[in-house]
């Protein structure tokens, strides 16, 4: 019987690894609107009560990051920002390209 008892307890160590690793990763998939919770609890047969603990968790610990260290995480976040503005900022201006290319283009056929 003991010896039952350690496998189990070498497969819930196994299980906690897997899923600190896969849940950073599924929550921040989650959370950066990737999939849903909904989607994950189907792929790894989990009910998604446990999921949405997971994010509600991560959140947390986000919280509590930034009033740990807020200048640390507010750099990190306004980098992000300023990325993503970046990158919108390209994808408008090819849009506005293929515009002007287009209606040169069409003044052309006329």
Do not use: C
């Amino acid at each position: 019987m003991q010896k039952g008892h350690h496998v189990s307890m070498v497969m819930e160590e196994e299980v906690k690894r897997w899923t600190a690793k896969r849940k950073a990763a599924l929550v921040t998939e989650i959370i950066q609107g990737k999939t849903t919770v909904a989607e994950a609890s189907r792929a790894f047969d989990m009910p998604p009560s446990e999921i949405e603990e997971w994010v509600d968790e991560a959140k947390r610990g986000m919280e509590n990051a930034l009033r740990a260290k807020p200048l640390d995480v507010r750099e990190q976040y306004e980098r992000q920002i300023k990325e993503l503005q970046e990158a919108y900022g390209e994808a408008m201006l090819e849009l506005r390209a293929r515009k002007k290319l287009a209606s040169l283009l069409g003044e052309e056929d006329k």
